[in-house]
């Protein structure tokens, strides 16, 4: 199988459980596969980045703008938009 099977085994594998036989071949292709190897970890490292920011987003304590700059955003975004 070429890298981009495993790749979206990879990625599958973010979302469901992988049945053992696919499990193991991704494991097998890692072991020689170094763009396979760094595309798994970025795409780990994308998913607890994503994890972290939406647990900051829905603490009690996570920051809020305050009335001024959220005005000074709309009023940018209302600029730019045609």
Do not use: F, W
């Not at 499990?23 to 490292?45: D, E, F, G, P």
């Not at 994308?46 to 005005?71: G, V, Y």
């Amino acid at each position: 199988m070429p890298c981009e099977g495993y790749t979206e085994l990879i990625s599958a594998a973010m979302d469901t459980d992988l049945s053992r036989l696919d499990r193991l071949a991704v494991r097998l292709h890692a072991t020689y596969c170094r763009s396979c190897r760094r595309y798994r970890k970025q795409v780990l490292q994308l998913r607890n980045m994503l994890r972290n920011i939406d647990e900051h987003l829905h603490h009690p304590d996570a920051m809020r703008l305050t009335a001024e700059p959220r005005a000074r955003i709309l009023l940018a975004l209302r600029r730019d938009t045609p």
